[in-house]
């Protein structure tokens, strides 16, 4: 499954990214795509508690995807594992280039 299958434009011109999340992982990065979740396979280093683990995520999308922090919000799946994020600012293709960069390709 290749990077622009998670990726769904919408009809504003922002995309939103399906994400399975690893809260309380030893490192943060892009492990590739879970092909059978469908999903951007994401550790983060923040615990799950208090909306860490959400805005920890949106803050290393955004670094990944070199665009300011508030241009990337959870926007389902707050209080889950799976996430639906709204990036604002770039194109679906540009997307798939950078988390391309940043997969660490481990196997999910």
Known sequence: MEFAEVLHP????????AVHVQPGASSAGIVGVDPWRRRLQVRVTAVA???RANHALCVH?????????????????ATSRSKRLRVEGLTPES???????????DDA
């Open 10 to 17: 919408t009809l504003d011109g922002a995309v939103l990214v």
């Open 49 to 51: 508690k208090e909306g």
């Open 61 to 77: 999308m955004a670094g990944w995807l070199r665009i300011p922090s508030a241009s990337v919000s959870v926007v389902e799946g």
């Open 95 to 105: 997307i798939a280039a950078l988390l391309s960069q940043h997969a660490s390709g």
